[in-house]
């Protein structure tokens, strides 16, 4: 059995200058939030008219697609740091865990909890709605409830009790999924099988109910359901031990990454077989894994679009499991071969921006946290000052305050609240061991 806490170390190369990667992952979060807010500011109909066509639908970004994304990206990284035991399945390690969840979670969240109660929906303190302030602390908030506030939290909640079972479905995916065949059944079928059960709970609401819209049980048991969006996180959380094996069975010829070591000796494990060898190399019929993995992601982006503005239910059945799919293999393609080193990337700074331009893409995600809780109350003061006539002009000027009012807050919040939350983790658990950049997590 190998001991992966110190492949990682090995694999970073002591001594060795860290490289200047661009985060492909954080950057991917980072541009899903953003899409979120491109969502929630209401896009108008028919009023991007080129060439005799309406391109309108362009702007119609799929803002459940962007979450469940989200989802994904939660789950490789916690998969990750189970696998490669920086947090080890015992007590003090499963303690870590829980730490480095609640620092990283708890302050930006109950903060804006608080301030929004106080500032943007101060009927919160009233005292019908206790319980349901009650619901928003204990992470069983789901926006159906009849209870106006800032509903995109209701995604926190799903997120925290998917970490709260990730230390389960870590033993249990280690001791009966123990090969990547094993791995990859088990994504078909929960891919497939909660896309059947999303189309047969709706098909049930439409029969008892007659529509399924703004239906507070299509939201209750499809849309905010943790079972419903497991797909998602579980996808991305076998992603790490399929990488595992990946890197097992490496071919003896290919390097994992230029400029990178491998802690596993090519070649181990199974014979190399031709899935194996595929997976291994640069460019499929020609196009790189990364080209297909970014296509990917932008044709999802079209389809759910298209799906939104035509009002088409696949935007809500289909597009979760493709989100689940693209999202996959975006992952795969940007982490195969640098598995044991993506951890270990140098810091971002205006000098590791300055070496590498394309990291300051990378800002949109360290800041997608504070961006994600404060633009929907933001959205509430700012949306009915706009009073421009063209709705084309007016959602221009509301997206772009919201957005702008949103990065001032995110940043406020990073350094006032987020930065001295893991400051002060790291310091109580006083690790020797080198973080997995976890501001970034």
Aim: hydrophobic residues 45%.
């Amino acid at each position: 059995m190998f001991c992966w806490r110190h492949l990682a170390m090995v694999a970073d190369g002591s001594g060795l200058r860290p490289p200047n990667r661009w985060d492909a992952l954080l950057t991917l979060r980072g541009v899903a939030c953003c899409l979120v807010i491109v969502a929630h500011c209401g896009p108008p109909a028919q009023s991007l008219v080129w060439a005799g066509q309406d391109w309108s639908w362009l702007l119609f970004a799929p803002g459940g697609v962007a979450v469940r994304v989200f989802f994904c990206l939660s789950g490789y990284l916690i998969g990750k740091g189970f696998y490669t035991e920086r947090y080890r399945f015992d007590r003090p390690g499963i303690i870590r865990y829980f730490q480095n969840r609640a620092t990283r979670i708890l302050p930006l969240y109950y903060a804006c909890i608080l301030i929004s109660a106080a500032v943007f929906y101060p009927h919160s303190w009233q005292p019908n709605h206790w319980g349901h302030l009650l619901r928003l602390l204990t992470f069983t908030y789901e926006h159906s409830l009849p209870f106006e506030f800032n509903a995109p939290l209701w995604s926190l909640s799903t997120e925290v009790q998917f970490y709260a079972i990730a230390p389960l479905i870590f033993w249990a995916s280690r001791r009966w999924l123990k090969t990547g065949q094993l791995l990859l059944v088990a994504m078909a079928a929960v891919t497939s099988g909660l896309m059947l059960y999303r189309f047969g709970v709706f098909e049930l609401i439409e029969q008892l109910l007659g529509s399924t819209e703004g239906n507070p049980y299509f939201i209750r048991y499809i849309y905010t359901f943790l079972p419903a969006n497991l797909d998602a996180f579980l996808v991305g959380f076998w992603l790490s031990p399929l990488m595992q094996k990946l890197h097992q069975n490496r071919p003896p010829t290919i390097d994992p990454a230029e400029g990178q070591t491998d802690p596993i000796e090519p070649g181990q494990g199974l014979q190399v077989r031709p899935w194996v060898a595929l997976a291994w190399g640069r460019s499929i019929l020609g196009l790189p894994w990364k080209g297909w993995a970014i296509g990917a992601m932008v044709l999802l982006y079209g389809l759910a679009a298209w799906w939104k503005y035509q009002g088409s239910d696949r935007v809500l059945l289909v597009a979760p499991g493709l989100t689940v799919l693209a999202t996959g293999l975006f992952i795969f393609a940007f982490e195969r071969r640098v598995y044991f080193s993506s951890g270990r990337n140098r810091p971002l700074s205006r000098s590791a921006m300055a070496a590498n331009p394309l990291r300051a893409w990378e800002l949109l995600g360290l800041l997608s946290f504070g961006l994600y809780v404060w633009h929907y109350p933001l959205l509430k003061v700012i949306g009915p000052l706009i009073t421009n006539r063209s709705p084309l002009v007016a959602y221009g000027e509301r997206l772009g305050l919201v957005f702008l009012g949103s990065i001032a807050l995110a940043s406020f919040t990073y350094w006032a609240i987020e930065i001295p939350a893991i400051r002060w983790r790291k310091k109580a658990q006083r690790s020797p061991e080198r973080s997995l950049n976890d501001s970034n997590r």
